[in-house]
């Protein structure tokens, strides 16, 4: 069964940086499209950037292109989300997830209730 755990959130000020990290365990991740959700207080879980098993194809959502970056390290077992020039907006509690049914990156991030593994999240506050 694999286990994710995620850390490296925190409070920043508005144009500030974090970096995420989701560390796997139970399975190696070579198998397995990964992706990071976010969701805030009254809102439902959203994508915001996945990346596929092998790390050829990436997705981001508009509203953290350009600012946000996955990667994946599998010799590691590692995944992480660096975001770049935070907003209050991005306050969320953010979460890594795992499929290994190999499907789309489009499915992955935008059917969140369709991806089996998920860790317990990790609180991201942007605020001055």
């Known amino acids: 069964q694999l286990q994710l755990v995620e850390s490296g959130g925190g409070t920043v000020q508005p144009g500030g940086s974090l970096k995420l990290s989701c560390a796997a365990s139970?399975?190696?991740?070579?198998?397995?499209?990964i992706g990071w959700f976010r969701q805030a207080p009254g809102k439902e879980r959203e994508g915001v950037s996945c990346?596929?098993?092998?790390?050829?194809?990436?997705y981001y959502a508009d509203s953290v292109k350009g600012r946000f970056t996955i990667s994946k390290d599998n010799a590691k077992n590692m995944v992480y989300l660096q975001m770049n020039s935070l907003k209050p907006e991005d306050t969320a509690v953010y979460y890594c997830?795992?499929?290994?049914?190999?499907?789309?990156?489009?499915?992955?991030?935008?059917?969140?209730?369709?991806?089996?593994?998920w860790g317990q999240g990790t609180q991201v506050t942007v605020s001055s």
């Open positions: 139970g399975r190696t991740l070579d198998y397995y499209a």
């Open positions: 997830a795992a499929d290994e049914s190999g499907t789309s990156l489009s499915n992955l991030c935008g059917l969140p209730e369709r991806v089996p593994y």
């Open positions: 990346k596929s098993s092998r790390g050829g194809s990436t």
